[in-house]
């Protein structure tokens, strides 16, 4: 049992928020009476948060492949002990979830602290009444996702961070805080800061809000402070106007994050103090020159991404996330969409770091429902709260740029639809004036003849590029871009032969020419690039999706373009295959499709693999992608020739919804069509005739060594951190041996854990929480994760007859 007392400044005595993530017991099922303090829990499993129930497995074909095939529903609990010293007996107790899959009931002493439906949203409760001071006390939690409630894999548990809280009874309460910023381009920008200040007192209290701004470096640049007088059991709120002198904006090149400390003085000593973080940046949309950050306009290049972290599910892990979103900044990402519900505070805390613009979006359904079991059951009673405490969580991010209020919603369709996205774009107004709202909406025309598009400030479309033009020509003030585009799918390292796409192969495996196996609206990237380019007035897009995630293993298993219904017929395929990235974060082909066109510095990519033993003298087609002028290609040497970026053209069999049937021609790739041969495979990129960049591919011959390669050698020792190991199976020479299916054990020495093993198979339904694991095309994944001691970790890796690996790692303090 923990004991928690008051926080650690001694100075000033300020009290501190405390990580609530320890030493709790779970148990998967239902479990009469848990609510009691005197229930016995001794055998219940003692873990620490985040943690996802369903990750752990079995897959099965008895849950929905759309949901992932793993037990998300059913009931699960989870209990905690802990004191809080009677030195914290006037104070006020609160326990904040970062969000909690899903259907939250908290009870504290046996007493009923209060719920919460909805899995993607924060929220806290006042537990003072229930506290024992200086004795043991007893926090339970029921969670009760249902069967068919997600579109995709929602996870299971108490995924997100928790933490305890002691204020004052007078003190900034959960997201108190507002900040916004004028004049930046100026040498003195005025902050502006509205806190609400809440006083649990039973009377009257006069007092003082000092608020400092700490500059990106953590130097105190700003202070001031305010008289406060708060009427009992009541929140006031108090504005203050400072000035930051010579601004050090937030861009996406300079994403420089300033801090807020706001001290609450009684009798002139400070009894609570709250933090906030921000940047200072202006942002604005306008039909002329669409979306400005700091007066620049920027093209958006994102990615739709939904919240689980791949092997290691919904559970939030910091690096996991940062890794994911570096991996996105490399393919050329500047924005994403948290498709189709708020993020974790942790994502945003990344793009705020990293300068990646954000639209956070609230709902995937209102009143109608597309699941038997989705958050329309919880609409009316609970949407207004969730859609007000996400902009209250999220409005000092200087990354978020929009509020989405709903993806597809069925409400298109109806003529009162409009009704509903007033009162929720009214709703983000009132909480936030500085940025507009926005809908992904994916019918066509209904939204527009209904009024719907009218009650959002910028109209996002899904799968609808060539009408981008026809729309801005029918509605010239209007602001649009591409809330979702292409849904592409493929398989890392899968080719098929021939190439065309409406060839459906039964290996459940897409390949990866990328030329459109996949839903009924889906296109290839191409499409969306050229309408991109040529509608110079669209914002940009948000492609589907940024990584592949579990669940939604489409076009296994779920072809249904109407009803977004359930199937699980092409079993065992159960995570999606839509990314270009796959679920371990191993780039496919299409990433560096998306690096040609989103990125600067040089680059050349060339596929497929040239291992075709077999099919010596048939003709291979060989696609290479780049941002430079030209590409040549070399085979063993011999020149295929040159080809021209947007001059040679490559044609992709076509059968989008919206095209006419027959062949589109791709500005954006090379092709050559190369009889077999053994050997290699060298693509030369130009710029301006100058050699900029150059790719090779060999044949490889037989798998002979691991090769364990760190994304970070060094990890923190706080028994979190992840280091990624990437296993390559590689032939004498090092080559990738490109089909190699080995399967691989691993073991551990010193201060990390293995935490999860994966390879980005969307068939294989080994545990993620395996010591084992096949590799798939070549490569799988082992994630390690520090303990809290510091020192060497030691990974061992051997299968048979290949030569045994090792790597060590650093765990620090
Ligand atoms: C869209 C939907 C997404 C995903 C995608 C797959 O219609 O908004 O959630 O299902 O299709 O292509």
Redesign the pocket.
């Known amino acids: 049992m923990c004991t928690i007392g008051l926080g650690a400044c001694k100075q000033t005595q300020l009290l501190s928020d405390q990580e609530f993530n320890k030493e709790w017991l779970f148990f998967k099922g239902e479990a009469e009476n848990a609510i009691l303090v005197e229930f016995d829990d001794s055998n219940w499993r003692k873990l620490n948060l985040p943690h996802d129930w369903a990750i752990e497995g079995p897959f099965s074909k008895e849950y929905n492949a759309r949901t992932g095939g793993l037990p998300v529903h059913g009931t699960g609990w989870y209990r905690k002990h802990f004191q809080i010293s009677k030195v914290a007996q006037n104070k006020i107790i609160s326990v904040e979830f970062d969000g909690a899959m899903n259907n939250a009931n908290v009870w504290v002493n046996g007493q009923f602290a209060g719920k919460r439906p909805f899995g993607y949203i924060g929220f806290e409760f006042d537990i003072t009444p229930f506290i024992k001071f200086g004795e043991e006390n007893v926090i339970a939690v029921r969670l009760s996702p249902e069967d068919l409630s997600a579109?995709w894999y929602s996870g299971a548990g108490i995924y997100r961070n928790v933490k305890l809280k002691i204020n004052n009874k007078l003190h900034i309460p959960q997201w108190g805080t507002k900040i916004t910023s004028k004049n930046i381009s100026g040498s003195n920008t005025q902050v502006n800061i509205t806190s609400s200040i809440c006083n649990k007192y039973k009377d009257q209290k006069t007092a003082q809000l000092q608020t400092q701004i700490l500059s990106p470096k953590g130097e105190i640049i700003s202070v001031i402070t305010s008289d406060i007088v708060i009427q009992a059991k009541t929140t006031g709120i108090v504005d203050q106007k400072l000035n930051v002198e010579n601004p050090q904006v937030w861009s996406l090149e300079t994403p420089n994050i300033y801090t807020a400390i706001s001290n609450i003085l009684i009798g002139g000593k400070t009894v609570d103090s709250y933090e906030s973080k921000f940047g200072i940046r202006e942002i604005k949309f306008t039909p002329e020159n669409g979306f400005q950050l700091n007066g620049k306009t920027i093209k958006l290049q994102g990615v739709c991404m939904h919240h689980d972290l791949g092997p290691l599910g919904t559970a939030v892990n910091y690096r996991a996330t940062e890794r994911q979103m570096e991996i996105m900044k490399g393919m050329g990402v500047n924005a994403l969409r948290t498709?189709?519900n708020p993020p974790s505070p942790e994502m945003l805390e990344i793009c705020d770091k990293l300068g990646i613009l954000v639209q956070v979006e609230a709902f995937d359904e209102w009143k109608i429902g597309k699941v038997p079991n989705g958050y329309n059951k919880y609409f009316d009673e609970w949407h207004e709260k969730d859609l007000r405490d996400m902009i209250k969580r999220d409005r000092n991010h200087p990354s978020v740029i929009m509020w989405s209020i709903g993806?597809?919603i069925l409400e298109q369709g109806k003529t009162d639809g409009w009704k509903i996205a007033k009162a929720l774009t009214e709703i983000c107004h009132s909480e936030d004036s500085t940025r507009p709202t926005t809908a992904?909406f994916?019918y066509y025309p209904a939204p527009f003849e209904n009024q719907l598009t009218k009650y959002v400030d910028i109209v996002g479309m899904?799968y609808w590029p060539i009408n981008y033009e026809e729309i801005l020509e029918a509605n010239p003030n209007m602001i649009v871009y591409g809330s979702?585009t292409s849904?592409q799918t493929s398989s890392r390292g899968v080719y098929h032969f021939p190439i065309e796409a409406k060839e459906q192969h039964q290996t459940n495996q897409v390949s990866s020419y990328d030329v459109t196996v996949g839903?009924a609206?889906?296109y290839p990237p191409d499409v969306e690039f050229e309408q991109q380019e040529k509608v110079k007035r669209s914002l940009g897009e948000f492609m589907?999706t940024g990584f592949d995630y579990l669940g939604?293993p489409?076009p296994y298993g779920g072809r249904d373009n109407s009803t977004h219904g359930y199937w699980n017929d092409d079993w065992p395929s159960r995570s999606s295959y839509?990314a270009p990235v796959d679920l371990c974060g191993f780039p496919k082909d299409r990433y560096y499709l998306y690096q040609s066109q989103w990125t600067t510095k040089p680059m050349v990519h060339v596929l497929p693999h040239w291992n075709w033993e077999g099919k010596e003298g048939d003709i291979i087609p060989v696609y290479s992608y780049t941002n430079c002028d030209e590409v040549e290609l070399f085979v063993n040497g011999k020149s295929f020739g040159k080809k021209v970026k947007g001059v040679d053209l490559t044609p992709i069999p076509a059968e989008f919804h919206f095209f006419p049937k027959g062949t589109y021609l791709s500005k954006y790739r090379l092709s050559w069509d190369v009889p077999y041969q053994p050997g290699n495979i060298k693509v030369v990129a130009y710029k301006n005739g100058k050699v900029e960049a150059e790719k090779e591919i060999h044949t490889a011959g037989k798998a002979s060594q691991i090769n364990l390669v760190a994304d970070r050698g060094t990890i923190n020792a706080d028994g979190k951190d992840l280091s990624f190991i990437t296993v390559r199976i590689e032939d004498e020479n090092g080559n990738l041996c490109p089909n190699a299916n080995q399967l691989i054990e691993f073991s551990i020495e010193g201060n990390g854990v293995i935490t999860a093993v994966g390879n980005g198979d969307a068939t294989s339904l080994k545990a993620y929480q395996s010591k084992e694991r096949n590799a798939f095309n070549g490569l799988c994944l082992l994630i390690v994760k520090s303990t809290e001691k510091s020192g060497i970790i030691k990974i061992t890796a051997k299968s048979n007859s290949l030569t045994c690996s090792e790597l060590t790692i650093n765990s620090k303090k």
């Open positions: 579109r498709s189709h993806n597809e992904g994916n899904n979702e849904s839903p609206w889906a589907w939604e489409t839509f």
